[in-house]
């Protein structure tokens, strides 16, 4: 593959394009030993001192060294789409990309290109643990209980989980498979005793926390990623329209109902797939902390937005308007009653206007982790004044 990225180039393009190989295999290999360095590293200096930032990091897996980009603007979680490829959990959401995954040129790789493992696992194993002074420890919306004092990535503040979203992309028929699989690839982050997990009466935090979203089929986690005990470490990312429908049925009057509560996830429930979709459309208090930590909606579905919702005005003029706040807050304040964290994905960018606007009305809202691509205007912008 890397021969036909090369064909058509000049010599000096070819060279050129070498020269970056091995320039990007160098940097590559100082950081992971760096890393793997127990005197520290430059990384290890900026997590000391790093602010923490409420933002979701998006379309960021698929850059160099993505999650050491993420921890260091301060986000609290990334989501990552993952895809079951000859038997490894390959980092992509489109067979196109995962087969141009050329992150990490070889030879510096023994392991498949763009593996969870390599890009995420090992990475997150090693990274150094900050000690905090509280008993206390940040979860969405959660009552947490432990003895023990944190340890957290975040020197500033080691009681905040980090929240590692995972995406399962395989069709339905093969999520099963993929599900399983995704237990054995993060064997080693529970051996090294950094999951958060629920025992069935309590949940005890740890310094990092999965989430599985995309078509990860809810009646297969329930069952999945126990590392025989009873205890769960992989947590269900639920289906927030329908989790707010359900909270208020009955107790807004029907006008409000249709305005609010646009739109059911019922039609996918998610990748929310099989049979017994259509028993947990109607009974979403399935989802509770025992099994589950977020609940998510497309930002356009949760709005009732249409095509030509904004056609005709400019875009200074693209303002979340109180309504829809207020739309905000009810589905927020339902998933909040279950002790589900919150997060929108499909959130608008690129028009400055709408989507600080929207960034604002989550943080009004008071939405857990708020999906951001440009973490540096979503960290400095002024939508924070």
């Not at 993505?66 to 301060?74: P, S």
């Not at 490894?88 to 050329?102: E, F, R």
């Not at 289906?239 to 109902?257: F, S, T, W």
Request: aromatic share 8%; glycine share 8%; with cysteine.
């Amino acid at each position: 593959m890397m021969g036909l990225i090369l064909l058509g180039l000049s010599e000096s393009g070819t060279r050129d394009r070498a020269s970056d190989i091995a320039k990007r295999n160098e940097s590559g290999l100082q950081l992971s030993q760096s890393l793997d360095s127990d005197a520290g590293s430059g990384f290890d200096q900026a997590m000391k001192s790093v602010n923490i930032s409420q933002c979701q990091a998006l379309n960021h897996f698929q850059e160099e060294f993505a999650l050491y980009k993420v921890l260091r603007q301060g986000c609290i979680s990334t989501v990552i789409s993952v895809c079951l490829k000859d038997d490894h959990l390959l980092v992509g959401n489109a067979d196109k990309a995962l087969k141009d995954n050329h992150f990490f040129p070889p030879p510096m790789l023994p392991k498949p290109i763009g593996s969870l493992t390599k890009l995420y696992v090992e990475p997150l194993t090693k990274m150094r643990l900050f000690p905090g002074e509280e008993k206390s420890h940040k979860q969405p919306t959660r009552a947490l209980h432990s003895t023990r004092k944190p340890l957290g990535l975040f020197g500033r503040d080691p009681s905040q989980t980090f929240t590692l979203v995972i995406s399962l992309d395989n069709p339905s028929s093969s999520a099963e498979f993929a599900l399983a699989k995704l237990e054995e690839h993060l064997q080693p982050l529970h051996d090294a005793g950094r999951l958060t997990y629920h025992n069935e009466t309590h949940l005890i935090p740890g310094p990092i926390t999965i989430v599985a979203s995309g078509n990860t089929p809810f009646n297969k986690i329930l069952d999945c990623c126990h590392f025989g005990a009873a205890e769960r470490y992989v947590f269900y990312d639920a289906p927030l329209l329908d989790i707010a429908r359900k909270h208020y049925e009955g107790k807004l009057n029907g006008e409000l109902e249709t305005r609010y509560l646009v739109r059911s996830q019922s039609r996918g429930i998610q990748g929310r797939n099989g049979q017994d979709g259509e028993q947990y459309y109607k009974s979403p208090e399935i989802y509770t902390e025992k099994n589950s930590m977020l609940a998510s909606a497309n930002f356009r579905d949760a709005m009732g937005w249409t095509d030509d919702t904004y056609v005709g005005v400019s875009e200074p003029d693209m303002t979340l308007t109180q309504e829809q706040r207020y739309q905000l807050q009810l589905q927020v304040e339902a998933a909040h009653s279950q002790k589900l964290g919150v997060r929108y994905w499909g959130v608008p960018e690129g028009l400055a206007g709408l989507t600080e606007s929207i960034w604002k009305g989550q943080n009004d809202a008071g939405v857990d982790m708020i999906a951001a691509t440009d973490l540096a205007t979503f960290n400095e912008g002024e939508w924070r004044d």
